[in-house]
């Protein structure tokens, strides 16, 4: 069985401040592990993702996640917020046995000008 | 590239009528997926399709959605009849096959809304 914890379901952050969502997981197997964000009325983009290689990942829009095993975190940040950022992300785990992604339940990132 | 097309964008029907969805993944992509997302809540898997054979059903109500993937492509969701209940976003993700398959691309959705 997988599971996900978004610890927060709301984050506000001041445009220009660092952004942190936090993330955690359980699974039984050697997990993917996914940051997705979705904007309003819009579906859901890929931000980035891990799968066992470096376990400091670059994505898309100056994000980046570190993949900690012994914490089973996995925590999106960002240095510096823009107004553009703000949106709902999602973490996501897939065990990749059966190809099954779970999701948490979703962080909503306000960014206050 | 494409990505993955869904429509219609918005419907609204009342209860106890029937609805169906679309999606057209991203070429090439064997594998397709629809998940339902109440508001407040992340994605639900409802079904997954390799080809054009149902790899896990096990999340759909049987007893009013049913969905099907002729000809390994396209796809279609249908609720028959719908509750108030299934007011949702329905989305629609493919992935490709092999070593990239852990990767889902999402489609716009289709906001559902069952008065």
């Known amino acids: 069985a997988q599971s996900v914890t978004q610890l927060d379901s709301h984050v506000s952050v001041s445009e220009g401040t660092p952004v942190l969502l936090r993330c955690n997981y359980s699974?039984?197997?050697?997990?993917?592990l996914f940051w997705y964000v979705q904007h309003p009325n819009k579906g859901l983009q890929l931000l980035l993702k891990?799968?066992?290689?470096?376990?400091l990942v670059k994505g898309i829009n100056g994000f980046e996640a570190e993949f900690k095993k012994s914490e089973t975190s996995f925590h999106l940040t960002k240095p510096s917020a823009h107004m553009s950022d703000a949106a709902e992300y999602f973490c996501?785990?897939?065990?990749?046995?059966?190809?099954?992604?779970?999701f948490g339940g979703g962080t909503r990132l306000m960014v206050k000008p | 590239e494409a990505g993955v097309a869904q429509s219609p964008r918005y419907k609204i029907i009342e209860k106890r009528q029937s609805v169906a969805f679309w999606c057209n993944p991203i070429?090439?992509?064997?594998?397709l997926y629809w998940y339902q997302q109440i508001l407040g809540q992340g994605p639900k898997l409802l079904i997954q399709?390799?080809?054009?054979?149902?790899?896990?059903d096990s999340q759909l109500p049987k007893d009013r959605f049913s969905a099907e993937r002729l000809k390994g492509v396209d796809s279609t969701l249908k609720i028959q009849p719908a509750k108030l209940e299934d007011s949702a976003v329905y989305l629609c993700?493919?992935?490709?096959?092999?070593?990239?398959?852990?990767?889902?691309?999402f489609g716009p959705g289709t906001r559902l809304t069952v008065l």
């Open positions: 993700a493919s992935s490709l096959a092999g070593r990239s398959r852990d990767t889902q691309y």
């Open positions: 699974s039984s197997y050697s997990p993917s």
């Open positions: 891990y799968t066992s290689a470096a376990t």
């Open positions: 996501v785990v897939n065990n990749n046995a059966g190809n099954m992604l779970t």
């Open positions: 070429s090439g992509h064997a594998t």
């Open positions: 399709f390799q080809n054009n054979g149902v790899v896990d």
